[in-house]
């Protein structure tokens, strides 16, 4: 049969048919222990209950509206989000593109009004994520994905990650925003250090520019905290997130300050179906499994176990495992040079599915309310595989 779909992914060759909590079954009806859920995306695993009662109470009463109306779990949710980030002003989409998208549109209005044309810059990161759009590639500090897309958006310059001198470099008073990812996710899970992001704080206090934390793929409880910058204690500007937010259902938001948001006025933005009543009841539902019915809880205690069982198979296989890292349920183990292709296919042989990330990092992304025997089934089959590579 010929295929239609564009070639834009290497995939696994697995059709899946149906899942419940962290397993999927392919067409085939073969069960596989699914950490890589949805590229952490399915915070509450598949077929979370909560998740379809509200999906089948919000679509029997409006699904789409536009934000031309108001709607109750949009204004639900950006009041929750607002008080527990610790930030203002939420403008919702529907992908953490988007909203690394409308941080940087943001930024630019905030510098156009301090400072005209001049206020424009933008410093990112060597090796961090943010997106496939023109403008979140152009801040995605990686040539490989840029260079075929070129000219990007202009005045965009990269420092080295946790280097905070090469941040001081580049900064001046027309940088507008410095946008990172606290855990650099798709490049290897590589978190931030305490003194950088402070750092990174106080240069932009110094020259009235916006700190961004993409928060796409660490956030939403992943670290352990619902965003990761209370893991630093350090408060962002601007903080962008999604994948989790949904529960499985595409959503964006974009946190911001009063003092980053106020010049954001009609007319500057917008999404048609951004902050749709479904996908925002579905955010609303999220917010309360993680606060009120001890997701957040399971990430911390889980976390520990798994960190702990990991570094035993560290122990055991050192001619194999380089290191594991990573804060609350985003962990990466560095596989030693040359086996993290054959560790990931011995895993799917053993059905456990693992994503990879960057060099020779492969990713473990259970959902957040993952048991300690699915933790210990994992385990077990990944030492399987480690075992005979
Ligand atoms: C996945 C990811 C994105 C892009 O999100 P999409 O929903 O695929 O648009 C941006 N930033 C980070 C850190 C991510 O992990």
Redesign the pocket.
Known sequence: MENHVMNTYNRFDITVESGHGPWIVDTEGNEYLDFISG??VNGLGHAAPQIIKTLNEQASKVIHVSNLFWTRPQIELAELLAEKSGLDKVFFD???????ETALKIARKYGYEKNKGKKTKIICFKN??????MG?LSVTGQEHYREPFRPLIGDVYDAEFNNLDSVKELMDDDVCAVIL?LI???SGILPAEQEFVEGIRKLCDEHDALMIC?????GMGRSGKLFAYQTYGVMPDIA?T??ALGGGV?I?AVMASDKAAQYFVPGDHGCTFGGNPLACACGVTVMHELFDNGVLDNVNEMSGYFFAKLNELKDKYPEKINLVRGKGLLIGIQMKEGFKAPAMAAAEKHKLLLAGAGNEVIRFLPPLNVKKEEIDEAVKRFEAAVAEI
């Open positions: 590229i952490a529907n992908s953490g593109t988007e909203s690394n961090s994520f943010h997106g496939r759009s979140a990812e650099q996710g798709e993409d928060e796409v793929q660490c962008t999604a994948k595409p964006g």
